[in-house]
């Protein structure tokens, strides 16, 4: 298994938020730039980036960022938030990422998916965010009305490789992830799955293990000190 640290962008610099609520943002880390050389010296191999903006209005304005982590330190970024388009995909993959994530698009138009499947392989990840057991889109504020395990599997069924799984109610609320959806979507499909949302301890690292999780994404408990990012990555391995 893997732990993939995280970096979410908003105006250039890395925050978080609470349960997705935007009206929660606050900065986590100075520069982007070196919170990533800090991962990698962490021993993380690859990097989970989400340009916030991009997620809610469309807008690259984060990319120069992103361009400027993979540039300066050599990592390997996978790049969610915003991406709707063939075009999107081609301007993310420009900037060196290694994998993008289609999140709310793979929602109103997952043909796009299929699409882009076809052409760009395991470049393609997809985004499940849930409440409730529904898959929430458009930076998490509307509600699809379709239950994240049906989505998951027509998603697989389309080729897809990785998915990235949140439980919206966990995220950056320091109190673990939702275990039993998890093992609940291990269950159901066959593709890699990240978990997102509310890893926090080593406990955690454990349990998602144990369910045959193949990566885990950690991002306020490790901003925050409470998740030691080497010991949860050597856990992991």
């Keep these: ?34 919170t990533a050389r ?18 809610k209005d469309g807008s690259h304005a984060n990319y120069g960022v992103v361009e400027r982590v993979i540039r300066e330190t050599g990592a390997t970024v996978e790049l969610g938030g915003g991406i709707r388009s063939m075009d999107d995909i081609e301007a993310a993959l420009a900037l060196g990422v ?37 898959v929430r889109t458009d930076g998490w504020l509307g509600d699809s009305g379709e239950n994240y395990i049906s989505f998951a599997e027509r998603m697989e069924s389309y080729g897809v490789k990785t998915i990235i799984f ?19 979507l291990r269950a159901t499909v066959h593709c890699q799955i990240a978990a997102s949302g509310g ?8 349990q998602l293990k144990r ?20 010991a949860a990555i050597k856990e992991a391995e």
Excluded at 20 to 27: A, E, L, M
Aim: aromatic share 4%.
């Design 38 to 55: 800090k991962f990698i010296a962490a021993g993380a191999t690859l990097i989970h980036m989400v340009d916030l903006d991009a997620a």
């Design 199 to 206: 890893v926090s301890t080593l406990e955690d690292i454990r």
């Design 211 to 230: 369910l045959g999780i193949d990566a885990a994404i950690a991002g306020k408990a490790v901003y925050t000190g409470k998740l030691d990012l080497p």
């Design 1 to 34: 298994m893997k732990v993939i640290p995280a970096i979410d962008l908003k105006d250039g610099q890395c925050v978080r938020l609470k349960k997705g609520d935007y009206d929660t943002v606050h900065k986590v880390a100075e520069d982007a730039v070196e």
């Design 98 to 134: 290694s994998r993008v994530i289609i999140g709310s698009a793979a929602v109103r138009n997952p043909q796009f998916v299929a699409e882009a499947v076809k052409k760009y392989g395991d470049k393609i990840a997809v985004g499940i965010d849930a409440k409730s057991e529904t």
């Design 166 to 184: 949140t439980d919206i109610d966990k995220d950056g609320m320091l109190a673990g992830p939702n275990f039993d959806q998890l093992a609940a």
